[in-house]
């Protein structure tokens, strides 16, 4: 069946009298593609990728459905091609389960541990931004328009999940080690880190300043969306995305140093390609 080859007893598929596949109990079915050669084998014009489900059924008079919504539409097409009625009134009675259970159009996953944010990063095929906020770290008062600034990071983090959402993996950190900071990845790797947190020194004691760096963040989301295609490894573009255009007459051995250590706290933090630290920190 198309490019695969299945050697399934006869008396498997001749189980059922109605369907198409009795052609081997009686006469060549006239509802499909076949073609019998000479060494017995029956070569079937018809994709064979939902074969060994069919058979499976065919053996068992019942199969574990796929979870995927279009499989089961192309499971449920090839048995309505082989006229297997009871496995179509399975797949539409699943299919109409799904239609009345409520999906979310939009998930936000909630990092729960640094090895699930590693491996939610690293499986991903979409670019990931992430969102760090957490009050509790905080050693000092705030300042008069901290908490402003953070509810504003949080709304503008709802905003683009919202927006680009299909498009971009967000995912929200509330257990990391920061007040407020924004993670952006593209390929697996780390591209930029906008940190919005400060110590400031007032009249008589430090105080943490929380600020809302909006252009920053618009322009680290829109240079994400360069990672959308298929991840086909492109150092150029890592390197083109991560580079800091204001250093661009220093050398190349300098540029690459400095772009390895350079923490630019409230702006942004860049990475080069040749970074290898650890995406959990």
């Known amino acids: 069946v198309g490019n695969r080859n ?11 009298s109605d369907i198409a596949l009795s052609f081997l109990k009686t006469a060549p079915h006239l509802t499909i593609n076949i073609f019998l050669r000479s060494d017995r084998w029956i070569l079937i ?10 058979l499976n059924y065919l053996r068992d008079d019942t199969i574990v ?4 919504r279009q499989e089961m539409k192309e499971l ?28 979310p159009v939009c998930n936000i996953p909630i990092i729960t541990s640094p090895k699930e944010e590693e491996t939610l990063i690293e499986s991903s095929m ?11 770290n905080n050693k000092y008062s705030y300042t008069s ?64 300043k929380v600020e809302f760096p909006e252009a920053r963040i618009y322009e680290e989301t829109l240079n994400v969306l360069l990672y959308e ?16 255009r204001s250093q661009a007459s220093h050398s190349e051995d300098d540029e690459g140093f400095e772009l390895r250590d350079r923490v630019r706290r409230i702006h942004v933090k ?11 920190h």
């Not at 459905?65 to 995927?68: Q, S």
């Not at 048995?79 to 259970?101: F, N, R, S, T």
């Not at 299909?166 to 390929?187: A, H, M, P, T």
């Open 6 to 16: 299945d050697s399934p007893m006869k008396a498997v598929v001749t189980n059922f």
């Open 45 to 54: 014009d018809r994709c064979g990728k939902h074969f060994g489900v069919i």
């Open 65 to 68: 459905l796929p979870k995927n």
């Open 76 to 103: 449920m097409a090839e048995a309505k091609y082989y006229l297997i009625q009871g496995l179509v009134d399975m797949c539409q009675a699943a299919l109409q389960d799904k239609k009345d259970a409520y999906e």
């Open 126 to 136: 979409k670019p990931v931004v992430k969102l760090l906020y957490n009050r509790s």
């Open 145 to 208: 328009n901290s908490d402003d600034n953070l509810l504003k990071n949080i709304e503008l983090f709802d905003k683009l999940s919202l927006r680009f959402n299909g498009r971009v993996l967000f995912i929200k950190d509330v257990i990391g080690d920061e007040i407020c900071c924004w993670s952006f990845y593209g390929q697996g790797r780390k591209l930029a880190e906008v940190c919005c947190t400060s110590i400031v020194y007032a009249t008589e004691k430090k105080q943490t």
């Open 229 to 244: 295609t298929p991840r086909v490894p492109d150092n150029s573009l890592l390197e083109a995305t991560s580079r800091n």
């Open 270 to 280: 860049r990475y080069s390609t040749y970074d290898d630290r650890q995406l959990a």
